[in-house]
C-alpha cells in the first residue's frame, strides 16, 4: 500500500496566521492518465470530512480561497494562507491514483 | 442538493452480521463510483471498498472476503454487507461518491461481547 506521511502531526498557529502541512508519498502518484490524484480533506470536530483539494491544486466548490494546494510526485503541501477560527480541525491528505486509497495520519489545526 | 444519508449501525457482538445503507439524493448512483470509509474512535480514516461505475469492486485487505459492497439502482442505494465482525470494525462507517466530494454523516458501527 501507498503510505502518506504528513507532518507535522500537530499545528498550533495565531489566527491570522499562514499555517502549512506536508504530505509525502511512498511512491508517485501521477497516474497513467498524467493526472495526480492527491486530494486534501478537513474535518472539523464532530463533523464528517469535507474535501478541500483535488488532483493537488483544485479548490472545491465553496472552499474560501486561503486553501491552496500544491506539489508534485510525492511531494504535497496544503497552505492556509491566514488561519481563521473555523479552519480547526485535523486536515487528512489522500492518495486516489493506487488501490487502496490512503489516508495521512491527519494533522490537527488549533488556534494558539 | 447532493444528499448522502447512512444508516443500519448499532452495536453487535462479534461474529455477527450487519448491512449498512446509504441514500443518496439529488445524483443517480449509476453514474457515480461510491465507496464506504470507515474511522474508528479518535483515530484517522481508512478508506474499504469501491464501486465503480461500471460495476466493479475493490476493497481493502483489511475487510477483503467479509464485506461486500453492492448498490441498488432503483432505490438509488449503496450497501455495505459486513460478516463475521470483529472487535477491529468498530468506527463509524461512511459513505463518500467520487474522490469524496459528498460524504454522509457516518454511521456507528459497535463490535462488542
Known amino acids: 500500500d501507498v503510505v502518506m506521511t504528513q507532518s507535522p502531526l500537530s499545528l498550533p498557529v495565531t489566527l491570522g496566521q499562514p499555517a502549512s502541512i506536508s504530505c509525502r508519498s511512498s511512491?508517485?502518484?501521477?497516474?497513467?492518465?498524467?493526472?495526480?490524484?492527491l486530494n486534501w480533506f478537513q474535518q472539523r470536530p464532530g463533523q464528517s470530512p469535507t474535501r478541500l483539494i483535488y488532483?493537488?491544486?483544485n479548490r472545491d466548490s465553496g472552499v474560501p480561497d486561503r486553501f491552496s494546494g500544491s506539489g508534485s510526485g510525492t511531494d504535497f503541501t496544503l497552505k492556509i494562507s491566514g488561519v481563521e477560527a473555523e479552519d480547526v480541525g485535523v486536515y487528512y491528505c489522500?492518495?486516489?491514483?493506487?488501490?487502496?486509497?490512503?489516508f495521512g495520519q491527519g494533522t490537527k489545526v488549533e488556534i494558539k | 442538493e447532493v444528499q448522502l444519508v447512512e444508516s443500519g449501525g448499532g452495536s453487535i457482538q462479534p461474529g455477527g452480521s450487519l448491512r449498512l445503507s446509504c441514500a443518496a439524493s439529488?445524483?443517480?448512483?449509476?453514474?457515480?463510483?461510491l465507496s464506504w470509509v470507515r474511522q474508528a474512535p479518535g483515530k484517522g480514516l481508512e478508506w474499504l471498498s469501491l464501486?465503480?461505475?461500471?460495476?466493479?469492486?475493490n476493497y481493502a485487505d483489511s475487510v477483503k472476503g467479509r464485506f461486500t459492497i453492492s448498490r441498488d439502482n432503483s432505490k438509488n442505494t449503496l450497501y455495505l454487507q459486513m460478516n463475521n465482525l470483529r472487535a477491529e470494525d468498530t468506527a463509524v462507517y461512511y459513505c463518500?461518491?467520487?474522490?469524496?466530494?459528498?460524504w454522509g454523516q457516518g454511521t456507528l458501527v459497535t463490535v462488542s461481547s
Open positions: 463518500a461518491r467520487n474522490m469524496g466530494d459528498y
Open positions: 439529488g445524483f443517480t448512483v449509476t453514474t457515480n463510483h
Open positions: 464501486t465503480y461505475t461500471g460495476g466493479s469492486t
Open positions: 511512491q508517485s502518484l501521477v497516474y497513467s492518465d498524467g493526472n495526480t490524484y
Open positions: 488532483k493537488v491544486s
Open positions: 489522500m492518495q486516489a491514483t493506487h488501490w487502496p486509497r490512503t
